[in-house]
């Protein structure tokens, strides 16, 4: 085993020296990442525009008022709706102005929503990306500038906001749609509960902190192009299969207690100690 002092991973920082990050990379370069384990890794939708998000999400009162149209409103899971393991919907609904197969709808058959729409025409009209104004672009003026793949939405996934101060990886399997402050983790030939517990404990927080910069004094970023990096350790063996299951078993009660506000406290520790056990590290 090799070691890594537990102070140097502190739920309140991990602010690890020069030779703590030098022993991370070293220890976990050679195992597979992320992207090795998923199908896919992509942000929610972007609304475009300063203040378009207002117009976008929409609250109960605006609906009732507008009589908008119920399926073109989507439960959605922004960022700050993102706890460890754990994730609620925002009172908030998306707007989503597409048919099935995200055609942009015909307004004209949605009264309520085009009522509601169309006093933002002018605004949403507006809206340009790399010098090209919205309509210049091919869409409809009261599109939304990317409106991803709902199909990826709607399948169990993995969330986790896209600037965070610590890892808050939660799962999800309401089918909510995301805003763009969220990435959605979409696993493949691994089990999501026990790739949850990976990514949400401290030796991968520790790992994050060594590839992702610091943003505004505060926060990591935890976009694609950083997350997709993180190393990830499957059993090998029947002692790390036993390790893996509990870790699993483990995320399954914690999935079940939030549901209920309970104390995960003393399973998210032992999660914690079974990551070092699985990769390999004595913490001490």
């Not at 207002?54 to 993102?82: A, H, M, P, W």
């Not at 048919?99 to 949403?124: C, H, M, T, W």
């Not at 990514?199 to 610091?214: E, F, H, Q, R």
Request: hydrophobic share 35%.
């Amino acid at each position: 085993l090799s070691t890594v002092k537990q102070e140097t991973l502190k739920s309140s920082g991990w602010n690890l020296s020069t030779t703590g990050k030098g022993f991370l990379v070293a220890r976990l370069s050679k195992l597979e990442t992320l992207a090795h384990y998923t199908e896919k890794i992509t942000q929610g939708v972007t609304c475009g525009g300063e203040g378009s998000d207002d117009i976008f999400y929409v609250t109960k009162q605006k609906i009732d008022s507008f009589k908008i149209e119920e399926r073109l409103l989507k439960k959605v899971i922004r960022g700050k709706n993102i706890r460890e393991y754990s994730a609620t919907p925002s009172n908030e609904d998306l707007l989503f102005p597409y048919e099935a197969n995200v055609k942009p709808i015909d307004l004209r058959l949605y009264p309520g929503a085009s009522k509601y729409l169309n006093q933002f025409k002018d605004k949403l009209s507006g809206r340009v990306l790399d010098g090209k104004n919205i309509t210049q672009w091919n869409k409809e003026w009261f599109e939304l500038w990317r409106a991803r793949e709902p199909e990826f939405f709607e399948m169990h996934k993995i969330v986790c906001p896209r600037i965070a101060e610590k890892n808050r990886f939660a799962y999800d399997d309401t089918g909510a749609y995301l805003s763009d402050s969220v990435v959605a983790i979409i696993p493949k030939k691994i089990n999501i509960y026990l790739l949850l517990g990976l990514l949400n404990s401290k030796l991968l927080g520790a790992y994050i902190t060594v590839i992702s910069p610091y943003v505004q004094g505060k926060y990591y970023n935890y976009s694609k192009s950083y997350t997709e990096k993180l190393p990830i350790k499957l059993p090998t063996n029947k002692k790390e299969e036993k390790i893996a299951e509990k870790i699993t078993s483990n995320v399954k009660e914690i999935l079940r207690l939030k549901k209920k506000d309970g104390d995960t406290n003393r399973l998210e520790d032992e999660i914690d100690s079974l990551v070092f056990e699985l990769y390999g590290i004595a913490a001490n």
